[in-house]
């Protein structure tokens, strides 16, 4: 049997000829962020059919909160495509290192977004450690979330099923707490402690772009014409230390959904 790059072999592609990103444009905000709740939940569902579990990593900012607020409405809605929100892992894809309660928090975003309202497991919602909690410094953090990452992979790999990865990126084209030109981006650990951040609060954790393309599926949530250039530079090969979301490629599929706005910079379709 010949094997050629793509194909799948235990679930694994040969190679990495990973699929070209795809582009959805939705005509403004709200609008993508009810389409990507959607598709959230039927890809869930899917990957519940097929392994019994699925599991999604979570971001912060404004869009991809919305999101989650978009889920929780799909799920009180009794006609529709059911996620068994007890059968999903909750990972994060960066975290600011502050206190737990700290509204900074995308944990507690989330919670209050979405996952206090879908009865999601406590068993299977990992957060990033706050600042208050077991380890004082974000580098011991950040090695208890990659052995977090690791044990739950049940083999020899360094992070488990992504099923999908959600990230946002900022208008210089971070994605999670991944900026340009930093030692994260250069970093190939799964999980790294991210200090003097841009954007702040100024101590993170995020998953390194490593962890982030072992995902089968990365979807880029983007909104505002802020972002646009970032998408169009990002889409058009830019370097990934220059501008880390042009790194991002999951093994199955990397979606860029995106609003109009952030569209705009994008050659016609
Ligand atoms: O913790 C964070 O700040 C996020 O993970 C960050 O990567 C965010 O997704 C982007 O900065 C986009 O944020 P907005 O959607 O609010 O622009």
Redesign the pocket.
């Known amino acids: 049997m010949s094997l050629s790059p793509g194909d799948d072999v235990a679930g694994r592609l040969v190679g990495d000829e990973r699929p070209p990103p795809d582009v959805v444009i939705e005509t403004d905000a709200d609008r993508l962020a009810r389409a990507v709740a959607q598709a959230l939940v039927a890809r869930l569902a899917a990957a519940q059919v097929v392994h019994g579990t699925a599991s999604v990593v979570l971001?912060?900012?404004?869009?991809?909160t919305a999101v989650l607020e978009h889920v929780a409405r799909l799920a009180a809605e009794p006609v529709r495509e059911t996620v068994d929100w007890a059968a999903v892992d909750v990972w994060w894809?960066?975290?600011?290192f502050v206190p737990a309660d700290d509204d900074e928090r995308?944990e507690k975003v989330a919670r209050q977004a979405l996952l206090d309202a879908v009865g999601a497991d406590p068993a299977r919602v990992h957060p990033m450690p706050p600042s208050d909690g077991d380890f004082a410094e974000p580098e011991d953090a950040a090695a208890w979330y990659a052995d977090q990452l690791a044990t739950a992979t049940g083999d020899d790999g360094q992070v488990p099923r992504f099923d999908v990865l959600l990230?946002?990126?900022?208008p210089e084209g971070?994605?999670?707490?991944i900026f340009p030109d930093s030692a994260a981006v250069r970093d190939e650990r799964p999980v790294v402690a991210v200090r003097d951040c841009p954007?702040p609060p100024p101590t993170?954790i995020s998953l390194g772009l490593a962890a982030i393309n072992a995902a089968e599926e990365v979807w880029l949530v983007v909104?505002?014409e802020g972002?646009a250039l970032a998408v169009a530079e990002a889409l058009s090969g830019a370097d990934p230390v220059d501008l880390p979301a042009a790194g991002v490629r999951g093994v199955r599929a990397t979606r860029w959904l995106l609003d109009r706005a952030a569209a705009g910079g994008l050659p016609p379709r």
């Open positions: 971001t912060g900012g404004g869009i991809g894809g960066d975290e600011r995308n990230l946002g990126i900022g971070h994605v999670a707490s954007k993170r909104s505002g972002k």
